[in-house]
């Protein structure tokens, strides 16, 4: 008799590589790691994040947020923050992490017509939450029909939807909610994101980031901090280092390439700056990334 199967079962048989890799279905992606890695800059896109086995560690503003078997990361904007991962050969880190769409959010929230009532003060775009029995019977729907490509096409998208359904019920603080209010802080800190996250190699300064946002400098500084935990400036740089990083891991680029690519003009800066960020040279980082086949 065939055991029943579980959300570590399916993504031990989904995965087979390190890191972080698309699956089959747009906006699902699958997480695997055999090594127990320190904390690390990462971003993550607007997102639910699943971990079956194994735990992950969220690090930002000087909270820290368990992504392990129990508990679920919900991100509302992209944001740069500290991660540390624990796996080993014997129990491998398996996750799931499943991508949101703001318009799927706005559908939900004015279809929904109990939606529970926000309890908890709204910080930052990241929390983490209890992971019940429907929200994980739901995601186990999910793994089960990347096995067959008929279910994942016809499927798929609509499992994706209930997860978030079933996401936006349990949240107590709107942090995917916010997706759905363009006319909230949270809302106009995202259009000034959407400019920084497109437009991070060109010169960008606080009073073009504010007017995005429609908002004074000083009140415009003040929500961007208490919603990502950095000041605009500083999130832009991270962003930078980030997508450096990338270049040099993935693409190739040496150090100086990747520093112009990325906005700097001076490359001892650059390279004085990504030491900082992550606490090893541009090459080292690199070097290590490409080794490890990680992408985070």
Known sequence: MNKKPTLT????????????????????RLMRSTENWPRVPVTYEPGIVIIAQGMKRGH?????FNYGPGNYLVLSLPLPFECDTEGSVEEPMLGVAISVNPAIVAELVMEIRNL????????????????????????LRLLLCLRNDDDMRVLGPQIIREVIYRA?????????????TPHSHFGQIRRALSRMHADYAKAVDISTLAADAGMSVSTFH???????????????????????RMLMAHDGFTASTAAREVGYESASQFSREFKRYFGNTPAAVAEEMRSAMIRL
């Open 9 to 28: 079962s399916l993504l031990e048989e989904l995965t087979s590589e390190e890191g972080v890799r698309p699956s089959p279905l747009p906006g699902v």
């Open 60 to 64: 930002i503003g000087g909270q820290t």
């Open 116 to 139: 529970p009532p926000v309890t908890e003060p709204q910080t930052l775009a990241l929390r983490s939450y209890p992971l019940d029995g429907e929200l994980s019977d739901t995601v």
């Open 168 to 180: 936006l019920l349990r949240e107590r603080s709107g942090t995917l909610r916010a997706l759905a």
């Open 222 to 244: 003040s929500h961007f901090k208490a919603v990502t935990s950095s000041p605009p400036l500083q999130y832009l740089k991270n962003i930078r280092l980030q997508k450096a």
